[in-house]
């Protein structure tokens, strides 16, 4: 595996459902973030991880709770979700926090119903 | 608060031909950087060009360049010799210096252009 991936690919779930997205780096870097991207918006970053530690938080509904256990690995925990919080999440990864490269993982589609 | 603006939400150009995205945006720092990237149907996004606005010189990266004009706030993307792999959703954006009013150097997106090429 290389670069960054993210499973499951496509998530249906309802609004009383847990669930969890994850994302996987293999690139060696230390800080991981989340997007949502909603169809004609601009991507909007969610969470930002640096060395495990969250470093910012755009306020985002406590409906979406992230972890981050390691550098490689980032986790965004959901539960009791809106049908308008169906969209593309998106992880990535740079070097460091707000490293000038971010590299993308091809995104979870997510379906609240 | 940095804004980015592409006012083109579709665009399409023949195979071979050249293509030129738009964005804007709007800044009151005089030293950022400014990204294209690229999103394919398959969805991973990857970076196609930066740039530097200290520097006047405008960034290529074989057949993609940009017109980089900083009074103008404008930051467009062309791409020469269009091929049917070039078909996506283009994000310009925005960076501000890291650290700048407690940021983390965080980016900036607008809404995307989707790119169609016609055979």
């Known amino acids: 595996e290389t670069g960054v991936t993210q499973t499951p690919r496509h998530l249906v779930m309802g609004m009383t459902n847990k669930k969890s997205l994850k994302c996987e780096q293999h690139?060696?870097?230390?800080?991981m973030y989340w997007y949502k991207q909603s169809a004609k918006k601009p991507l909007e970053l969610m969470f930002v991880y640096s060395l495990e530690e969250r470093v910012e938080n755009n306020s985002v509904p406590s409906r979406f709770s992230p972890e981050c256990p390691n550098s490689s690995h980032l986790f965004l925990h959901l539960h009791t979700l809106q049908p308008e919080d169906s969209a593309l999440y998106l992880c990535?990864?740079?070097?460091?926090?707000?490293?000038?490269?971010?590299?993308f993982g091809p995104g979870t589609r997510l379906t609240v119903l | 608060a940095q804004t980015v603006t592409q006012s083109q939400p579709e665009m399409s150009v023949q195979e071979a031909e050249t293509v030129t995205l738009s964005c804007t945006y709007d800044?009151?720092?005089?030293?950022?950087?400014l990204f294209w990237y690229k999103q394919p149907p398959s969805r991973q996004m990857i970076l196609v060009i930066r740039?530097?606005?200290?520097?006047?010189q405008n960034a290529t990266e074989n057949r993609f360049s940009v017109n980089f004009q900083k009074a103008a706030k404008s930051f467009s993307l062309k791409i020469s010799d269009s091929q049917l792999g070039d078909a996506a959703m283009y994000f310009c954006?925005?960076?501000?210096?890291?650290?700048?009013?407690?940021?983390?150097?965080?980016?900036?997106f607008g809404k995307g252009t989707k790119l169609s090429v016609k055979p």
């Open positions: 690139l060696g870097h230390n800080a």
């Open positions: 740039q530097e606005a200290y520097k006047q």
């Open positions: 954006a925005y960076r501000s210096p890291r650290n700048y009013g407690g940021s983390q150097g965080n980016l900036i």
């Open positions: 990535a990864s740079s070097q460091i926090a707000g490293g000038l490269e971010q590299f």
């Open positions: 800044t009151s720092e005089s030293d950022y950087y």
